[in-house]
Each structure stands twice: as C-alpha cells, then as structure tokens.
C-alpha cells in the first residue's frame, strides 16, 4: 500500500499528527485526523478518535471505521514496512504519536529515526507526575477517570473486576476504562485492533493538548512553554531509543588491561577472585600492625581500626576520610582500597562481559525521566561510571568527540524561572559565584557555598546569616525558593517552569521529626532541578536534529553534560553547531535572554581528556 498518498490523501502535511502502532511481529496501525488536523477534538471515552488511514471519512469522524494500514509479518516484508514509513518520513515530515518509546525502540531496531514525536507516555508524567504511564493510566486521566479504579490484566481474584460483559473487539469498556486485555497486548492481535489503537492514541494527543491548555487557564504555566516542553520531552523519549541501541564507544582492550591494574587480572575462579580481595585487603591492613581480622566492607570495623591508630572519626564518609588523609598511612590506603572495590564489585570484568558489546559499545537501558526532577538516566553503568574509567571511553578511529558540558546551571536556571533581574545580571559573567561574592561581600567560596545551600536548602546553623544576606540582594529567587519550600512542606503539589507536576506527601499527625524540613528541600531543589532538565532536553532535542547532516550522533546525556561522537574532520564544526544549539535552546526555553546560559566545549578524542576551555555562552549579552 502507498502510505504517502494514503496520508496525503487525508490532507496531512508537515507537523500533523499520525498516530503509529507497531505490532511485536511486525504489523501496522495508523491514524491521521481528517484534513490533517493533527490534534482534533479532544474525544470521549469511547469515541473512534480521527480517522484511520485507508478509511471512507465520512460526515461523522467519529463514528468512521478504523480501518488500518497491514503490512506482511515476515523478516521481508517488515522490512518493506519500515520503508514504507520512512517514505512517509521522508515526504511528509509528520509528528509520530505512540503510546510510549517501545514503539520508537521497534522503529531504530529496524533502522529507521524520525525527526518528531508526540510521546503519550511522556507527556502523562508531565501532566500527572510520577513514572507510572500505562496506557490504562494515560487514558484514564484524560477521560477524568479516577486512576486507582484502571483495571488490571490477570486472573480474577476476590478482589478482581469481573469482564463487563461488553463487545471484546472493543478496547473501551462500559465503565469508560481501557479493557486491560488491550492494554497488555490485545491491540496488536488482528489488524483492525492495530489501527484502532492508533486511533485512540491520536484521540488520547488531542486531550492532551487541551490538559495542556487548561494549565494556562489555571495560571500554573502558559500553553506554549508548556507544548514546548512536551515536545523536547518527547524528543529526548526518542534520544533514549537511539541511546539503547547506538551505546558508547569503549576500548575493549584498554578496559581489560585498566581493569586487570586497578583490581588485578582477571580471575578464572571465585577462589582466585577471594584471593585478589583478600590482596587488596592485606595493602590496606598492612598500614595497622596486629590489627587482626578486620572486614573493611563493614563502617563499624573501619572506625575500630582507625582508633587503633588514634584517628576517633564520627563516620567514614569518603569527605571526612578524605579530609583525615594526612593523618595516618592507613587513611590514602583506604581510600585506594575504596575506590579499587568499587570497580571489582560494580565495574569489574562481570560489568564488562555484560554490558559491553562485541562492538565495544557500552549499552543500558535509558528513561526520559527519573522521577520528580525529570532528568534522564540510564543502566548499565552508564550514569555513574568512576571517573578513573573514563579513559577507557574512546572515539571510534576516524572520529572524536565534543564534550559539552552546562556551567553553574542551577544558580542561572533559578534566575530564569524566579524572574529575578539581580540575579539574571550576575549572569552574565562566565563565572557567576564572582559578582555574587561581590554583592554579598564575601570571598568567591563562601558565596558559591550560601547559593547551593540555598538551593539544598541547607538554611540553618552557621549559614543563616549568610542566607539573609542573599535574601536581601536576590529577594525574588530566594522567595520563589522559601514559596517552594513552604508548599513542599505542607504537602502541596507544585508545577516546574514547564509544567511537571512534583507530587509530595501529606503531613501525617506524628510523623518523624524533620519530615516536613525533608519535603520542603526536596521541593526548592526539584523546582530549579526540575526546570534545568526541561533546559537540558531542549538543548539535546536540538543537538539531535541539527548535528544529523554532520553525521555526528549523541552517545552520552550526563546530568548536564553532552557527549556527541562525530568524524574528525568534522569535530570542530560539530563544537560550534552545539554552542550554537545552546543559543537556540536558551532562547526558546527562556524567551526574554535575560539569562545568560554557559557551556564548557571541547573537542577531545577520550573522555578523561576533557579540560574545561573558555566557556561558550548563550542567552543575554
């Protein structure tokens, strides 16, 4: 079948929503409203929302048949599916909607990348707040249904909903929820229920525009940094799917041989593996004559042996060792045991034959949001791998790297979403803890400490004074924090500046000392966090769609950092293509480039080669 004119027919055009299903074997649904009008009405709980592609559209859409759009369901013809839709791709440019990113993942598997999508699933746990974004629960909240009443997939129980009796070839039940059979795969089983699912989906991105609208109503966020936020949200669901599947490049033979230096060579039995621990034990005992038997795993152990050397330590948190280093031999030795037992226990040759492939790409799976603050992350090591492995992260031949990395993104993304003018001008100096320092009269250090203790809210003791100091040369961003922190405290729900919701307890009658202190810091950090990942993701939404001629990818999403793997020749032209970006970013994000955003990028050939440069800058000035 012609998909393009199939679509064209239905007068869609670049930008128009058509909904996709993807079947586990292959199969297709599609929709596309009438006319192109990619997010017609909002829909009912049972409406037939849009047209199918291959339908008579008749006077009343909603009542038109979904009739989908199959292709075969062997190895064969999947592929001929795949380029059918890269056709459409190609020809038409529309926004893809899905349920969730499995069906991006099913798309890069078969080696086709879209520009844009509309993620149903992202866009829930913006609107809803929290992971959980089934379809079950996504339908749900756009029908107003109450989300504790979605009916689950399984055998009845006491407790089950007994089947309403109504017609299973129809996904919507008389109660107006999705039949859980659907939703866990029932969809996919004839190619009738392919195209109605995408039906649904189109009706479910309609509903949820008009969510998105309601906010505006609301006076919580204005519709279009709120639309814009879905966009990049939905964007960086489809980076994660390129992520899994592209992973990041590692030297093999580096990591065996850095591995075989850190923790000693590769063991052939778990006795030899009990042997090069207790080795490394016996370097740090060594330091402490008749210790005895000591198990350094255990806090409690490592505090009796360093009293044994007249070092009385409260805890034996790596800061406070660290701080005790010049002390005792026994201190730097314990720290290099640390450091060394943590790549054997997590980074050891198991992580190494799991996680990196015969390709030596280091893959994991990767989300697009972890929660309240909305950050990306990833498994695999990937989010939190110690930096004495960096080096074994390595440019393919032929290619580098650019490392991008957002400087004092916190303090300057607080002086965008606080609307503070004081704050904003301090900005625009690359380091922005000096004019602070000068306006506080203090030193550089000092002022750095009171903004992110500010931001922690770390209020109390010693720092007081130094908080009613800031108070009083930045009252609106330290307002916007304590208005943050007094409805965390209460337990009042709250928006970012793109529109997440951030969800929080209620305060309960005998609830644990300092649990209302805990929820009020969670609040003013998930706020400015928050915000500065909606930042973040339009910067990487952006690097992914103008990095692309340059045949340059993303490999790497790190908290605030970038890494993009390009060929050499093009390496310095993909540097300035991603300031560039960060301009862009900046000023869709924040429109009125009060703020001036930095970045330290640098071309490098090994991760661990990255020194910060001059900063690039976007935003004012």
């Known amino acids: 079948m012609d998909l393009v004119g199939e679509l064209a027919r239905a007068g869609v055009g670049r930008g128009d929503l058509v909904a996709l299903a993807v079947g586990p074997e292959g199969g297709l649904g599609l929709a596309a409203a009438p006319g192109g009008r990619g997010t017609g009405g909002a829909g009912t709980a049972g409406s037939r929302a849009g047209s199918a592609v291959g339908s008579a559209v008749g006077p009343d859409a909603d009542a038109a048949a979904a009739a989908p759009v199959e292709l075969g369901l062997d190895a064969g013809d999947r592929a001929a599916a795949i380029a059918g839709l890269a056709a459409v791709e190609r020809e038409l440019r529309p926004r893809w909607v899905w349920w969730s990113n499995e069906t991006a993942r099913a798309l890069v598997d078969g080696g086709l990348r879209v520009a844009a999508c509309w993620d149903l699933a992202a866009v829930h746990r913006l609107l809803a707040g929290g992971l959980r974004a089934d379809p079950g629960r996504v339908w749900a909240l756009v029908h107003g249904l109450p989300p504790d009443s979605v009916p689950a997939d399984g055998p009845l129980d006491l407790f089950s909903q007994a089947d309403d009796g109504g017609d299973p070839e129809e996904p919507v039940r008389a109660d107006g929820h999705l039949r859980p059979d659907w939703v866990a795969g029932g969809w996919a089983a004839t190619p009738a229920r392919r195209a109605r699912w995408a039906a649904l989906a189109l009706g479910v991105a309609a509903a949820q525009r008009a969510r998105l609208a309601d906010l505006q109503r609301r006076g919580e966020v204005p519709a279009a940094r709120a639309l814009a936020t879905v966009r990049a949200e939905s964007a960086a669901e489809l980076l994660c799917a390129e992520l899994s599947a592209d992973g990041l490049p590692v030297d093999r033979a580096a990591a065996e041989s850095l591995l075989a230096e850190l923790i000693g060579p590769r063991p052939r039995s778990e006795a030899e593996a009990a042997r090069h621990r207790a080795r490394r034990d016996a370097e740090v005992l060594a330091h402490v004559p008749d210790a005895g038997h000591v198990d350094l795993r255990s806090p409690v152990q490592v505090r009796a042996l360093l009293r044994r050397v007249g070092l009385d330590l409260p805890d034996t948190r790596a800061w406070r060792l660290e701080a005790a280093r010049d002390a005792h031999p026994v201190v730097g030795a314990l720290l290099a045991w640390r450091k060394a037992e943590r790549v054997a226990t997590t980074y050891g040759y198991g992580w190494l034959d799991a996680h990196v492939g015969a390709d030596g790409r280091l893959r994991g799976a990767w989300t697009g949001a972890d929660g309240a603050a909305g950050r990306m992350t990833a498994s695999g090591g990937l989010h939190n791998l110690p930096a004495d492995l960096r080096v074994v992260v390595v440019a393919e031949p032929g290619h580098v790297f650019v490392r991008a990395d957002l400087g004092q993104i916190e303090p300057r993304v607080l002086a965008a979403?606080?609307?503070?003018?004081?704050?904003?001008?301090?900005?625009?100096?690359?380091?922005?803890?000096?004019?602070?320092?000068?306006?506080?009269?203090?030193?550089?250090?000092t002022a750095k400490v009171a903004v992110l203790g500010a931001l922690y809210g770390q209020t109390s003791g010693g720092g007081a004074a130094m908080q009613r100091r800031l108070a009083a040369a930045y009252p609106v961003a330290m307002r916007f924090l304590e208005d943050a922190?007094?409805?965390?405290?209460?337990?009042?729900?709250?928006r970012t500046y793109g529109g997440r919701l951030v969800r929080f307890s209620s305060p309960v009658p005998g609830e644990p000392s300092g649990a209302a202190a805990a929820r009020g810091r969670y609040a003013r950090n998930a706020m400015v966090q928050g915000a500065a990942a909606e930042l973040f993701k339009t910067w990487a939404a952006t690097v992914r769609?103008?990095?692309?001629?340059?045949?340059?990818?993303?490999?790497?999403?790190?908290?605030?950092?970038?890494?993009?793997?390009v060929p050499e020749e093009r390496g310095e032209e993909a540097a300035g293509l991603v300031a560039d970006c960060l301009q862009e970013a900046a000023h869709r994000w924040a429109p009125d480039g009060a703020v001036r955003f930095v970045a330290d990028i640098a071309v490098i050939r090994r991760w661990s080669d990255a020194k910060p440069p001059a900063s690039t800058s976007a935003g004012a000035g």
């Open 485 to 494: 922190d007094r409805a965390g405290r209460a337990g009042r729900a709250l």
């Open 545 to 565: 769609a103008r990095a692309a001629p340059l045949a340059a990818r993303i490999v790497l999403c790190l908290h605030d950092e970038l890494l993009v793997h």
């Open 417 to 445: 979403v606080a609307g503070d003018r004081a704050l904003a001008a301090a900005t625009a100096a690359d380091d922005l803890y000096a004019p602070v320092a000068a306006q506080l009269g203090v030193d550089r250090d």
